[in-house]
């Protein structure tokens, strides 16, 4: 990405805070760089702060304090129409009293371009998201997908070089979901554009973006592509709030280079990866994904704790399976394995030993 | 539908319910009881409104023509009237005016000749005093000698064949003679006629009742749009506010609101008062703004204007502000992103609205009474002074159907254009 190669940003947030109501802020000393050509969502909770993000960046929310720089440029007080950036809504706002011919005509007419020339751009556009043969009809007489297909080729028709989407497949269901999030994403590879996504789906911001930037409280919990987050999530907000994850609270009791020991709540003491402790007796929670957890003697790692488990319950998923296990006073801690033909089922009051890499098991701040 | 007992298969094109029966027909008998019961809920208003809006306006429909005044009271004299031709100069035979004389006499026992007289007096002008002076002789007259001569000689006006023609044209059970006199018009012996210049009233009457009302409810628009507009984007509580004080008027009696526009706008009323304080008009050229046209297009406008307000608000609350949004974003300036999409998605509590503020204002006639003089008042007072003071509710009737004509006209026209479906009233 541009900003990792350290060039100037093309969308740049600094020390961006907003309150509506002069009493409570909503958007804490926001901090971003967002490079060109880059595709990076927002991602979070209901509430943290994401639309108020994007309506500033649109001008439709002035920043209460702190500069917003379009390609280089600060925006605060260019009024929208004039920032020619694109934006998909996520009721879609297609304007119900025009076809989506002059839905699509809209923007290039106010460009004051010409007859033909807008002709040809609306095909093109029309085209590129497969609604070629609707360009007569209204949008009430079209489905949801249509809909939204229509939406993302008006914000694109007047090639701006960023567009913003806020929950636009939100009102689709799973399937027409996940389809259509290829399109976005294809689109995005071909067009070059900028894009700023929102949305609180995580499988939607790991699937589609280049980084993700979760927000919680109004502030950027972490910046990360999509494997980091998942993979080495840098607080417990974020290893919680992205994926399936297992907690276990504890202690430390000492820290040597990248490892920690760390002494659980029932006594029983781990291995794991120092990531927000800093000394011994910092408190913490240790996190770990369900799939990396292992119950087998030849895949555990010689040199690490293990830790007594019993089997509370087994599922069936298919592809593979869920143990449900009582660890260190945790009832609620899963264990997933592949469906592979070696693979041992467990039985419910089973007693197991598990143990996992160190890099796995992070320790994260307490919160 | 596998299962045999869902519903049986369709035989001749017609499905069958499981007991056998056409499925429309047991369709129709389980809806019927609903429907019973849906009337019998709608009755007493059926009722309400058949007493109190149809059948008066069927009456009113049917007074604009009907004429059996004359040839229930006169029957003898319109029967001898057939054999005349009207259209020579000779007077009518001997018979019509015994005919005549018999009428009177039994009208004069039933006390109906004043009312015959001033019937025939709309069409004749002179009738009434003619009718008058006849019955005084009647008695008087010598049943053996000729009545012709008896009658020219008690008036001999009754010589001139136009009043007998205006008693054969007007010895029909029905009339045109009220809509045309209505629409400006008369029947002479050339067919039907424009009425002269100075004669002429109500269709400039029609004229005027119909560009004030546009005229004000063009006003009300101009007034109202942006009211609404500013209602419907401001957050819930203060939009509620600011409807109640749009809503204030309704809480005041129309006369002490007409009365306090009297008040406020008399030459010497508050705002000359003001004018001439501030020197922006002299003290002997105060403004005229009351008892004319003015005055009507003020007072109406004021009182109208909640009116426009209301579908409007109602209208625009249903549009989400991310249209206007959407269209900014795809870099529209404010006014062509409201021109271009929140204008028109506003157009139906603007049709709403006007249709509305039109109607009401087009049959509005308090207001136009009180403040209006003799330039702006409405077509509505001249049918309440037909009603009231002149008595001739014939034209009266006719006056009102043809404004009711007027009314389901312009409707049409609405219809046509803009489409009716497109009025949204909440
Ligand atoms: N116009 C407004 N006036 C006052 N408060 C607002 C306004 N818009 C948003 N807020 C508040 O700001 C906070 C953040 O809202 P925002 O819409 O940015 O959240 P979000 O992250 O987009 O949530 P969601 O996922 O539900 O869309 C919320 O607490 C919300 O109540
Ligand atoms: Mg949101």
């Known amino acids: 990405m541009a900003n990792e190669r350290g060039d100037a940003a093309f969308v740049a947030f600094e020390h961006v805070q907003k309150s509506y109501d002069g009493e409570t802020l909503v958007v804490k000393d926001l901090n971003l760089n967002i490079g060109k050509g880059e595709f990076l969502t927002m991602l979070g909770p209901s ?3 994401k639309t108020t993000c994007l309506m500033m960046l649109a001008g439709f929310e ?3 304090h702190g500069e917003i720089r379009l390609a280089g440029r600060p925006i605060n007080s260019v009024p929208p129409h004039k920032r020619g950036i694109g934006m998909v809504f996520q009721n879609y706002a297609l304007f119900p009293h025009m076809t989506v011919g002059e839905n699509l005509a809209f923007p290039l007419e106010v460009r004051k371009m010409s007859k033909s020339e807008i002709e040809s751009k609306v095909k093109r556009a029309l085209d590129m998201v497969q609604m070629g043969a609707f360009a007569g009809r209204r949008p009430a007489q079209m489905s949801g997908g249509q809909q939204q297909r229509i939406a993302l080729a008006r914000a694109l028709v007047f090639e701006p070089e960023l567009v913003l989407m806020d929950e636009p497949l939100g009102a689709l269901d799973k399937q027409l979901r996940e389809h259509m999030q290829f399109e976005i994403k294809h ?3 071909r067009l070059g554009v900028t894009v700023v996504y929102v949305t609180h789906d995580q499988s939607e911001a790991l699937t589609m973006s280049d980084r993700v930037a979760v927000f919680n409280d109004g502030r950027i919990q972490q910046l990360a592509p999509p494997e980091d987050l998942y993979e080495r999530p840098t607080n417990s907000f974020v290893a919680q709030f992205i994926g399936e994850n297992n907690t276990l609270p504890g202690s430390v009791e000492a820290i040597s280079g990248d490892r920690c020991t760390v ?10 990866l120092p990531v927000n402790v800093s000394k011994p007796g910092d408190r913490t929670l240790v996190s770990i994904r369900p799939e990396r957890v292992e119950f087998r003697d030849d895949r555990m790692p010689a040199d690490t704790h293990k830790l007594e488990a019993e089997v509370l319950e087994f599922i069936y998923m298919g592809d593979s399976f869920r143990t449900r296990l009582r660890v260190a006073g945790n009832d609620n801690f899963i264990m997933k394995c592949r469906n592979a033909v070696d693979q041992r089922r467990l039985n419910a009051g089973e007693k197991v030993v598990i143990g996992w890499n160190v890099a796995d098991c992070r320790a994260l701040d307490a919160a | 539908m596998t299962d045999a007992t869902a519903g049986k298969p369709p035989r001749g094109g017609q499905m069958l319910a499981a007991d056998g029966t056409p499925l429309k027909v047991s369709l129709r008998r389980a809806m019927r009881a609903q429907k019973l019961r849906a009337l019998l809920l709608i009755s007493p208003l059926l009722l309400f409104v058949l007493l109190t809006f149809i059948l008066p306006i069927g009456d009113m429909l049917l007074r604009s023509v ?5 040839p229930s009271t006169l029957p003898k004299t319109v029967v001898a009237l057939q054999d005349w031709d009207p259209k020579t100069s000779e007077l009518p035979g001997e018979p019509v005016f015994a005919g005549l004389h018999d009428d009177l006499v039994i009208a004069v026992e039933k006390k109906a000749n004043t009312r015959l007289g001033q019937r025939l007096n709309y069409e004749y002008s002179g009738f009434s005093s003619l009718m008058r002076g006849v019955v005084r002789d009647l008695k008087s007259m010598d049943t053996s000698r000729p009545f012709m001569e008896q009658f020219i000689e008690a008036d001999k006006k009754w010589g001139d064949p136009a009043v007998w023609r205006t008693l054969k044209t007007f010895s029909g059970e029905y009339t045109s003679g009220y809509l045309l006199n209505a629409l400006d018009m008369q029947r002479t012996e050339n067919g039907i006629q424009m009425k ?3 004669e002429r009233i109500y269709l400039k009457l029609f004229l005027r009742t119909m560009a004030m009302s546009l ?18 984007s401001l957050p819930l509580r203060t939009s509620n506010l600011i409807l109640i004080l749009v809503l204030l008027p309704f809480w005041t009696s129309l006369l002490v609101r007409t009365a306090a526009w009297k008040v406020l706008l008399q030459q010497q009323g508050v705002i000359n008062d003001i004018l001439v304080w501030l020197g922006l008009v002299a003290d002997n050229a105060r403004l005229v703004m009351i008892n004319n046209a003015t005055g009507t297009t003020i007072a109406m406008t004021h009182i109208l204007l909640p009116f426009m307000i209301l579908p409007l608000f109602s209208v625009m609350k249903g549009i989400p502000p991310s249209y206007m949004r959407a269209a900014k974003s795809l870099g529209a300036n404010d006014w062509t992103a409201f021109w271009r999409v929140y204008f028109p998605q506003s157009i139906p509590g603007v049709g709403a609205g006007a249709i509305l503020c039109f109607i009401l204002a087009i049959g509005y006639y308090i207001t136009p009474e009180l403040v209006g003089g003799t330039s702006g008042v409405f077509i509505s007072n001249r049918i309440a002074y037909h009603i009231s003071t002149s008595l001739n509710w014939g034209l009266a009737a ?6 009711l004509v007027v009314v389901l006209a312009l409707y049409w026209t609405y219809d046509r254009i803009v489409g009716i479906d497109n009025v949204k009233l909440g």
């Open chain 1, 47 to 49: 509430g943290s702060g």
């Open chain 1, 62 to 64: 002035t920043a209460t």
């Open chain 1, 187 to 189: 689109l995005h590879e």
């Open chain 1, 263 to 272: 002494k659980l709540t029932d006594g029983s003491v781990i291995d794991a």
């Open chain 2, 66 to 70: 009907e004429n059996d005044i004359v």
């Open chain 2, 196 to 198: 002269p210049e100075q």
């Open chain 2, 215 to 232: 005229g004000i409810t063009f006003i009300c628009l101009l007034l109202g749009y942006p009211i609404a507009f500013l209602l419907a």
């Open chain 2, 398 to 403: 006719a006056l009102a159907t043809l404004l």
